[in-house]
């Protein structure tokens, strides 16, 4: 599976962005999708996850309410939905997939995109 995300970008404070991670191969139907960030200096934390059918998601508590994951089987795409943007979101955004259950550990994704860069300016 070959993970490769897009939109990112720079973005005043307040502003969204959507991200998107097109994926290669035949089983993305069946992966449990992520998004991660990580700033520099800091290390990658869990942003969002969402079912292979798209039926659950969840979201890391800095991001609730202001971010939305979801996901096109047919199109073997994930999207991440980002408002009300803070400078604090600032970081490198990875699309990471795995094999199983829910999870929102970066250590257990199998499959993980170049990133995509975001810059939110004050």
């Known amino acids: 599976v070959q993970l490769v995300e897009s939109g990112g970008g720079l973005v005043q404070t307040g502003g969204s962005l959507r991200l998107s991670c097109a994926a290669s191969?035949?089983?993305?139907?069946?992966?449990?999708m992520g998004w991660f960030r990580q700033a520099p200096g800091k290390e990658r934390e869990f942003v969002a996850t969402?079912?292979?059918?798209?039926?659950?998601?969840d979201y890391a508590d800095s991001v609730r309410g202001r971010f939305v994951v979801t996901r096109d089987n047919a199109m073997k795409s994930v999207f991440l939905q980002m408002s009300a943007l803070k400078p604090e979101d600032t970081a490198v955004y990875y699309c990471?997939?795995?094999?199983?259950?829910?999870?929102?550990?970066?250590?257990?994704?199998?499959?993980w995109g170049q990133g995509t860069q975001v810059t939110v300016s004050s």
């Open positions: 969402i079912t292979w059918r798209g039926w659950s998601a």
């Open positions: 990471a997939a795995r094999n199983g259950a829910y999870s929102t550990a970066a250590d257990e994704y199998d499959y």
């Open positions: 191969g035949d089983t993305f139907s069946s992966l449990q």
